[in-house]
């Protein structure tokens, strides 16, 4: 492994680290302009975050290690997630150690990791919280792994960057109907895995309403801080792993200098748009009955299967 | 959808210009500068300045641009919001809040209730004020107070 | 005399030895006797098993031992793998059945009775032995036998608190009939393949497969698919698994559910791969849609599970619906000619059956400490074990990880592995077929939501079961296990956590094992190191480093925290109950709380029966004294299915019965119609 290459890696997981306060600085900055406010500017998650770093975390008597470790899991399953995927290069030399089922594999322990820590603490909202955010989980999983299907057929490897690099090569593939399908699918996927409208309402203050915060009621100050910016870093990772798979242009395909200097601008560039995107979609929408949401995941495993079926017929 | 498109480009912002701020108390806000999350506790308030309060964070006042925030769990607080004298049966819950929420913390009293029970002092249902309870850093007076005073007194709190 | 036969013969030598021991010494002794000859029993079996995946070989023969034909054994790297699982097993719960039966636990129920009674102790060594002797059998009497001794000696050990619970009785009549049933199944099957054959032993049928009319292959595999798929507990035939695991003694419900049960697969791989050589591309078909069938329905079912030990009995059909799944994807990508894929779908399904061997014998060791230390097994009553059972939860967490199929567990190796296999179902130039354009997307569909049901399975086992406060008495009570108890668990997990880490380890004798099918495989489908490399194929995953990376990212985080934490303590503080009085344990979330988004979203599949009671005051209809509400899930198939079935042969049986009225004449009667009967077709057939 390369310094430069480490560079890059490095280079990647500290921007995605800045960035990712930012994107939900953003969405709640241009949801607020929206509705008519001023809103509290795009940096105040992180005045948010440096404000909880300096409190006293808490622990509810009767929990154990789990529920002190459960948000050091989750931020570092993220991490990984950050360092190994193709956002600003594809000439990464971690790209060998996990290929797409295993970044999705490790948001999945992010998510068990919280939904252990919600039970533990023997609240019934913790307990309620978990519940459904496995089952949501549970559910998008199939879509997630068909689209990751339809994707890596045609590529023949199921390495991030191979597949990011082929489209690169053959831009006309990002208009083939498997792409389009696969998009879709994955589209809303990543609506319900980082808990958005119409699947769960990240600033709802309402207990029966909730799914990601009802687990999270519990945390205070570090703990809290850590998986707020485990939040704001899956929200980013999965919009830019979106980003990246279906509009690889831009991607830095060598670690030298410029090539990754221009890759992270692009990649903001990206992300910051789909984020505006995101939330301007979601203040035209209201939030599904929970059990609705299985109903719209099953739409989007239609769309995978769709996407799979037509990267075989029509490819 | 159509329609709600229309409607926010007829609207527009709504928000007031933000009025400069009184700057001749401002302590230093510490660790909550430029941020700070709020747990409103109704003690037994007749609602009026759960009213102020809600208008003074939705669209017109705004108070959410200047750092403040309502979360749903005292663990997420830095401030308490409490309204209305302190009933019997808000007495503890009002405790456990106060247990609940991580230090550094502060404790806002909204209303002329929250500081001398005000009409409803030496009711057979009423503790005592919001003082008797926990330790109040800031009161804001008035019955109710006004959304711009809640919001100034915020802004004290966040230092923006 | 190689080692291989040294190991074995050894082991079982010990093993009657232990078994003679156990039944002549007392309670205490005997649960070390029992015990110890058991461990080395499976201790040989390992031995012999690593040998003979190491490319040794061993076959005798030994006329006259067994009453219809000759006893012969012969092993292979196939054998090799199986035989080492067995062993691995056997020694985890030869250490673990120390603890767990020595007397004093609350499960005693006084002298004679349980787990730890004469006939159970000196059973369970006889019971490893028939296991580790199953996959070595060179002909059909022999495995026959075996497979028949293996059965019974395992329905003795489900047996072993029929005292106590009379449910066991109910399981162990489920099993006795499933599992016979299966065997004439493999009666059948392999009588009428050495009677067509014109020969006994393995190698003569493999040599003579290949004359065979195709009609009649195909009923010899059918018939071998009903027997090994019924043992191991694939849908339709599966009823009797989260029966009878659950009731048998936790070490030995994980030798059935970890051991028995692979012997299944054992079977199927010998019989259609080896001995039939591949075969009929429909046949594989069946196998993949089996495999799904039992995938889904277990995991839906496990999810919804509300006792941790019938839980962890669906999730064993789920593993084992998963691996008949790469099983038949690999059979009908050899019979389309693709054999380095089909290497690699066999590969990943023999690795996860070793994975799956793995990580259950610790879940059910795991859920047996807590059966000893609490008496629970409703996961709605557990709770409160991490503190009060500190190692155990640790240990159990271990396992859950891996069963979830999630990372760095070992589970999802092998997961990983099948995926790869189904993705790369398209053939790098044309259109592929349109059976495998069809099946091969839903098959990755099956396995991704299987997946997911399964983590949501074990979040709850684990995070119900073992995490928050005690929601019973028992439960606040319970103590850790007993120092042999820990010990084998901790073994079991440092086997998972080996695999998990260098998968690369068995990399060897996956490809050994691949070489055993000649006519099905082609090539090593896995190249070790740090990084698994699939070769011909691109895909790499790196267990190793992505756990490296975590370790990193953690330890950047908690020193981050530490710093920017400001040397803060951390407080401990009431649960937030939004300002209510204190949190009763009876407000937590149950398993069934946890599960009813499930069961809601899954009820056309699961159709759960609801009991709502309300109970009015007697002075007014308006107000309610109590409500009651009970939720039952049963086994559907189980329900739709075995009543006609056991109908039928009831009223045969009932038929059968008129005919025996005791009176001598009537049988002599029988006699004569029977003996003209068979004179007749003497005399027409000659």
Known sequence: MTPGAMAGVLLQVVLLIAVAPYVVGVMRQVRARLEGRAGAGIGQPWRDLRKQLAKEAISPEGSSWVFTAAPVVLLASTLVIAAVGPFISTASPLDR????????????????????????????????????EITVAALAEPTILLVGFALSARVDSSNLAAIVDRIQDNPAQVLSPASVLAAVALAVVVVAEAGRLPVDNPSTHLELTMIHEAMVLEYSGRDLATIELAAALRLTVLLGLWANLFLPWGVATSASPSALGIGAAVFVGKVAILAVALATAEVFMAKLRLFRVPELLAGSFLFGVLAVSSSFFLA | MRSLFRKILTTGRVAQPAPARASDQAADPGVLRGSVQIRHVDAGSCNGCELEIASAFGPVYDAERYGARLVASPRHADVLLVTGPVTRNMEDPLRKAFEATPAPKRVVAVGDCAHNCGVFAGGYGVVGTVGDIVPVDVEIRGCPPEPDVIVAALRDLTGR | MNLVAQALLGGTVFALAGAVGAALTGPRVRAVVAGVSTSVCGAGGLLAGIALVDGQTYSATVPGLLPLGTAAVAGDALSGVFVALVGAVAVIAGIYSIGYTSPGSPLDHGPGSGAGSRTVQAVLPLFVTTMVWVPIAGNVTTFLVLWELMALTSLVLVLAEHRARPQVRTAAAWYASMTHAGFVAILLALVLFSSQVGGDSFAALRVGAAELPTTLRSLIFLLALVGFGSKAGIVPLHVWLPRAHPEAPSHVSALMSAAMVTLGLYGILRVGFDLLGGGQRWWWVLVLAAG????????????????????????????????????????????????????????????HAINHTGFKTLLFLGAGSVLRSTGLRNLDSLGGLVSRMPITTALFGVGALAAAALPPGNGFVSEWLLLQGLIHSLPAAGSPSVLIAVAMPLAVGVVAL??????????????????????????????????????????????????????????????????????????????GGVTLQLTRIAGSMSPLLILCGLFAAALVIVVTLRIAGRGLPRRKALVWGCGGTRLDPRMEYTATSFAEPLTRVFDDVLAPEQDIDVTHHAESRYLIESVQYRQKVADRVEVALYPPLLGAATGWGRLAGRMQNGSVHRYLAFGLVGLIIVLVVVGVTS
């Open chain 1, 97 to 132: 150690v996990a290929d797409l089922f295993a970044v999705v594999a490790l948001l999945l322990l992010g998510t068990v990791a919280l939904a252990l820590a919600g039970l533990d603490t023997g609240t019934a909202f913790g307990g309620m919280g978990a519940s459904r």
């Open chain 3, 292 to 351: 799904a069938v039992s995938a889904l329905y277990g995991v839906l079912q496990a999810s919804v599970a509300v006792d941790l030990k019938r839980l962890l009995g669906y999730s064993t059909t789920e593993n084992m619906g998963l691996i008949f799944m790469g099983v038949g994807a690999a059979g009908i990508f050899a019979a389309d000619g693709d054999r380095p894929l089909a290497t690699l779908l066999l590969a990943a399904s023999v690795l």
């Open chain 3, 450 to 527: 299987t997946a997911g049901l399964g983590v949501a399975t074990f979040v709850k086992a684990f995070g119900v079961g073992f995490l928050a406060r005690p929601r019973s008495m028992a439960a606040g009570n319970a103590i850790e296990s007993p120092v042999s108890m820990r010990a084998a668990m901790a073994l079991a997990a440092t086997g998972c956590a080996a695999l998990a880490i260098v998968p690369a380890i068995v990399g060897p004798t996956l490809n050994r094992v691949a070489a055993t099918f000649p006519t099905v495989c082609d090539g090593a489908p896995l190249q």
